[in-house]
């Protein structure tokens, strides 16, 4: 490595930091934390999350149609296996 990218690099280093330490002093304004506050809800969620078994069990027509195929090739694959 060559001094000069060296040096390069330093300078970039300290603006950074001299510019995160500037962004770091900033204060959000009263108004908008207060809209950020009020956003909020007021109590925690109820846990919606249920087990995989309890879900809802939805099968699309494309689902049913490769589902279907796969058996069809699995039945015919296990059937030439048993033939031989």
Known sequence: MRK??????????RGLDAEMARVRRLRTPQHVEAQIM???PTHAPAATISPWYRREFVVTPTTALLVGAALVAAASIVTALLVR
Do not use: I, N, R
Not at 4 to 13: A, T
């Open 4 to 13: 000069s990218e060296s040096s390069k690099d330093v300078e970039f280093w």
């Open 38 to 40: 009020a956003a909020l």
